[in-house]
Nanobody
Framework: QVQLVESGGGMVQAGGSLRLSCAASGPIFSIDVMGWYRQAPGQARELVADIDIAEKSGDITRIVDSVKDRFTILRGNGKRTVSLQMNTLKPEDTAVYYC???????????????WGLGTQVTVSS
């Protein structure tokens, strides 16, 4: 069973930093895309950043405009980890942050999507 486990959430004052990490485990053949979404109270879940993995041509990173100058998404050396470095946090960044991966559990199979359980990030003003 594939599992994604997040860590690193918490409470921080505005202007502070947090680093979220996500590790994938289980029967994984390869990972297609990995990223982070967030969901604020009463809001829809939204993409924050993702990495389209392309070993030969180079990974493609996408970050939404609202966090572009403050957040960085990083793929771990272990290939099954992804982190989100969040700097200059604002109260509007308060949300549950979810790790997401689109991956293959077997060669020649269709990719499936997996979600972590989420980690709370609270930014106080």
């Amino acid at each position: 069973q594939v599992q994604l486990v997040e860590s690193g959430g918490g409470m921080v004052q505005a202007g502070g930093s947090l680093r979220l990490s996500c590790a994938a485990s289980g029967p994984i053949f390869s990972i297609d895309v990995m990223g982070w979404y967030r969901q604020a109270p009463g809001q829809a879940r939204e993409l924050v950043a993702d990495i389209d993995i392309a070993e030969k041509s180079g990974d493609i990173t996408r970050i939404v405009d609202s966090v572009k100058d403050r957040f960085t998404i990083l793929r771990g050396n272990g290939k099954r980890t992804v982190s989100l470095q969040m700097n200059t946090l604002k109260p509007e960044d308060t949300a549950v942050y979810y790790c997401w991966m689109k991956l293959y559990t077997r060669p020649f199979d269709r990719p499936s999507e997996y979600w972590g359980l989420g980690t709370q990030v609270t930014v106080s003003s």
